[in-house]
């Protein structure tokens, strides 16, 4: 059985950072792609960022391009997401997601992950 586990959410200003992490188990973590999604209560949960199960390549939400990075421990098996130049648009529940093949192509939509977190809340001020 799968489980991640995030942490690393709060309460921050407009321009602050922030570093958000994912800690797996119960699969081989080195073997599938890792996301970070996002939801505000009433949208739809919004892909934010991914990257490949070896590291080797990532992709972003246009509007967090430049200011997150996404990168993995595959000996440690966890995901962190650095959020730099924080904006109040940016406040969300942020979710870790593990994909649901292994050795797949980078990919955005939620369908392609089928395990979850249970979320951690970031609330930026302006």
């Known amino acids: 059985q799968v489980r991640l586990v995030e942490s690393g959410g709060g309460l921050v200003q407009a321009g602050d950072s922030l570093r958000l992490s994912c800690a797996a188990s119960?699969?081989?973590?080195?073997?599938?792609?890792m996301a970070w999604f996002r939801q505000v209560p009433g949208k739809e949960r919004e892909f934010v960022s991914a990257?490949?199960?070896?590291?080797?390549?990532?992709n972003y939400l246009d509007s967090v391009k430049g200011r997150f990075t996404i990168s993995r421990d595959n000996a440690k098996s966890t995901v962190s997401l650095q959020m730099n130049s924080l904006k109040p648009e940016d406040t969300a529940v942020y979710y870790c997601?593990?994909?649901?093949?292994?050795?797949?192509?980078?990919?955005?939509?939620?369908?392609?992950?089928?395990?979850w977190g249970q979320g951690t809340q970031v609330t930026v001020s302006s």
């Open positions: 990257i490949t199960y070896n590291g080797d390549r990532t």
């Open positions: 119960g699969r081989v973590f080195s073997r599938y792609n």
């Open positions: 997601a593990l994909a649901r093949l292994p050795w797949t192509l980078l990919a955005h939509r939620r369908d392609e992950y089928d395990s």
